[in-house]
């Protein structure tokens, strides 16, 4: 299976994906410690994929959603974006409304 086959089964394996630079318990950069805290403020059941544990996923998520940083977050299959669109849609409440369609 190559890589972006890779991504793709795993944004689909669970309605809410976050790719991150480390774990939820141990962020490995402050843009993926605000993206988890803003999912543990909406009580958001997630799978967090550690980015640099896979050089290949870490570059392949780059091309998965034509977006050049990470976190990435994805909801229902759908990339949703990275930790300032999070908060943004966190403070308008629309993503608390987003990750509650996808339970």
């Given at each position: 299976m190559d890589t972006q086959e890779l991504i793709k089964n795993q944004v689909t394996s669970s309605p809410v994906?976050?790719?991150?630079?480390?774990?939820?318990?141990?962020?490995?950069?402050?843009?993926?410690?605000?993206?988890?805290?803003?999912l543990d403020a909406c009580n958001a059941q997630y799978i967090a994929i550690d980015v640099l544990a896979d050089q290949n996923i870490r570059e392949g998520i780059?091309?998965?959603?034509?977006?050049?940083?990470?976190?990435?977050?994805?909801?229902?299959?759908?990339f949703v974006g990275g930790?300032?669109?999070?908060?943004?849609?966190?403070?308008?409440?629309?993503?608390?409304?987003?990750?509650?369609?996808?339970?």
């Open positions: 994906v976050l790719y991150m630079k480390g774990n939820p318990k141990f962020p490995q950069c402050g843009f993926s410690n605000l993206a988890t805290q803003i780059k091309v998965y959603a034509n977006w050049p940083t990470i976190p990435q977050l994805y909801i229902n299959g759908e930790s300032d669109i999070m908060r943004a849609m966190f403070e308008s409440g629309e993503l608390q409304t987003l990750l509650n369609a996808a339970k």
